[in-house]
């Protein structure tokens, strides 16, 4: 009894710390979760060509392209990444990204961050989109930072992600029945819609955050690994000691042919031909010669968790080492799909859905354990007030 009144406490009071923040972070996942379908439909001029091309009709060179789009911004702004989409009736997205990594508010965070989309085919650019005020960036902030820069609302967010593992996990212990019997297990298992308003607020918050737990679990787990570089070098050196076989894989590098004077085109030209069935491909462009160049390639759509990743010597175009999904240790395995499970695309719409409706059973939690509060609160002010009226009724 008193182990359950101190989880009790400790449920009670993290929820009041963290509610808010657990509220927020639910909302915007819920948004988030469908950002890469909404944007095709919300902005089809953007990531869609406006006319049809040919199907023997080719790219512009990547290196020409990037030229283009930084004529498009403003002096000193550099594109940092590009997007490319081998359909041909899709855009490829330039980005160009500085941020100030002290700042406490959002509106300082970006120095500048815009998207150029160009038509890869003519190399005309469709629209510049100053990504720094658009909506599913602002949520994307809203959820990892609360809009307060990285530095401030990056912690806020991880500690408030660890509050709501342990209220999920204290909240388990405080809804397991007492005694196993069929009506205990019908008031766990079963919301009571007929019951008046008190009844039904407390079957809402005990009976679906039951149900809701390994979302809720998986949720905050894969949220501390973003959150929390430790905690995630731990996991992955944890896990990676579980499984030894891949260890000293050894993955034969091919001989890339320059056929022209930009080794960034070379290596592209070889990834495409390569992975011609693959999603999307993304470069991260290096400002120092002595960085390699960095291709990335999603194999499957809007998931993270299946891929190849190049490096390539800027100087001789060659490849200097490469990584795959497929090769990974277990440890590595799982924190490259930390996107695809924290945001339920690992399997396909279905687990989409899943996803959403779980955040958002999740966002619901604070605020019908706040009612619980908040009724219990009064009821004990009631109990106090009349306490003290017989009390004094008494000394007469």
Known sequence: ????????????????????????????????????????????????????????????ALSKLIAVAEKNLNPGEKISRVDIFPQKNRT??????????????????FTYNKRVFINPYLGTVQRIENTKTEFFQIVLQLHMNLLLGKKYGHVIIGFST?????????????????????????????????????????????VLGFYVLPWALLFCFTGLVFAFPVFKKGVNNSLNTLDTKKKNTIVQLDSIPQKTTNTLDNGLFYVLSKHALADQYSIRLQEEKSEPH??????????????????????????DSMKTSENLQLGGKITSMNYDLHTGTFGGLTTKFLAFFAALICASLPVTGFIIWLNKSKKERKNNKLKKEAASTLSF
């Open 294 to 319: 960095d291709i990335q390639v999603r194999l499957d759509k809007n998931r993270t968790g299946n891929f190849y990743r190049y490096y390539f010597d800027q100087k001789s175009g060659q490849i």
């Open 162 to 206: 660890l509050f709501f593992s342990l209220i999920c996990i204290s909240g388990f212990f405080l809804w397991w029945p007492k005694k196993w019997k069929p009506k205990n297990i019908k008031q766990h298992f079963s919301i009571k819609f007929s019951a008046k308003p008190k009844r039904l607020n407390y079957d809402l918050h005990n």
């Open 92 to 109: 490829w997205v330039f980005r160009a990204t500085k941020t100030n990594k002290k700042a406490f508010f959002y509106a300082d965070y």
């Open 1 to 60: 009894m008193v182990l359950k009144k101190q989880i009790l406490w400790l449920h009670k009071w993290l929820g009041l710390i963290s509610g808010i923040v657990i509220l927020i972070v639910s909302l915007t996942g819920c948004i988030y979760v469908f950002q890469d379908e909404l944007k095709l439909v919300v902005y089809p001029e953007k990531y869609f060509i406006s006319h049809p091309t040919p199907e023997t009709k080719s790219t512009i």
